[in-house]
């Protein structure tokens, strides 16, 4: 018996080995290898978001840098003290003044 699709293009194209060891090799970077497409697009994102992380702490350092270089100066560092831990003279008296949505809340 003769088998009706042998002289069709695509059963020749389908039947060569090399086609079908293309295919595997194609199916298995793709979905089965430990460096697969798949874990590629799983470690670019990661890469980006350590690398959004670093120039964020970088732009931290850079702020902090500048404070200090201001807080080398008598007048900043009485400012700073009196601004974030409420410091004053002994002949001064300190009033805060807090608005409704100033504060966290607490629960």
Not at 20 to 26: D, K, Q, S
Not at 76 to 90: F, G, H, L, S, T
């Amino acid at each position: 018996m003769k088998n009706p699709y042998k002289d069709k293009p695509w059963f020749k194209f389908l039947s060569n080995k090399y086609v079908w060891v293309l295919m595997f090799f194609c199916i298995w970077m793709t979905f089965l290898d430990n460096y697969s497409y798949f874990d590629h697009r799983i470690l670019d994102q990661q890469i980006q978001d350590l690398e959004d992380n670093a120039s964020y702490y970088k732009e931290e350092i850079r702020k902090d840098q500048e404070n200090i270089k201001q807080l080398k100066n008598s007048e900043q560092i009485e400012k700073y003290a009196r601004e974030k831990y409420y410091m004053k003279k002994d002949s001064e008296d300190i009033y805060i003044i807090e608005f409704e949505g100033d504060t966290i809340e607490k629960k």
